[in-house]
């Protein structure tokens, strides 16, 4: 069974920092490219970060980009997103996702390209 977490969200202040981790387990990890995406209260859902399942790329959205920092433990199952210098427009309920294609290349902005998903945790940043 697939299965995805995420955690460390919560309220911060505009400037602030956050580090969201989400676990998976169920597939191989270490062989698939891992994104992170989130969705504000009455947009749509958008690509945030990608890290490939080497972790020698990243990619990011130009809205984060210098501000937010993929990474990954292959031998813990576990990506991360460290958030720093954070908005209100940053405000938003974040997923991680797995991706479909073991060894894909990056950056696979699209949902479609992403199997599996976490349940979001909540990331609200305050003036």
């Known amino acids: 069974q697939v299965q995805l977490v995420e955690s460390g969200g919560g309220l911060a202040q505009v400037g602030a920092s956050l580090t969201l981790s989400c676990v998976a387990s169920?597939?191989?990890?270490?062989?698939?490219?891992m994104g992170w995406f989130r969705q504000a209260p009455g947009k749509e859902r958008e690509f945030v970060a990608s890290?490939?399942?080497?972790?020698?790329?990243?990619y990011y959205a130009d809205s984060v980009k210098g501000r937010f920092t993929i990474s990954r433990d292959n031998a813990k199952n576990s990506v991360y997103l460290q958030m720093n210098r954070l908005k209100p427009e940053d405000t938003a309920v974040y997923y991680c996702?797995?991706?479909?294609?073991?060894?894909?290349?990056?950056?696979?902005?699209?949902?479609?390209?992403?199997?599996?998903w976490g349940q979001g945790t909540q990331v609200t940043v305050v003036s």
């Open positions: 890290i490939k399942w080497s972790g020698s790329s990243r």
């Open positions: 996702a797995e991706g479909r294609q073991a060894f894909a290349v990056g950056p696979l902005p699209q949902e479609s390209e992403y199997d599996y």
């Open positions: 169920g597939r191989p990890f270490s062989t698939l490219l």
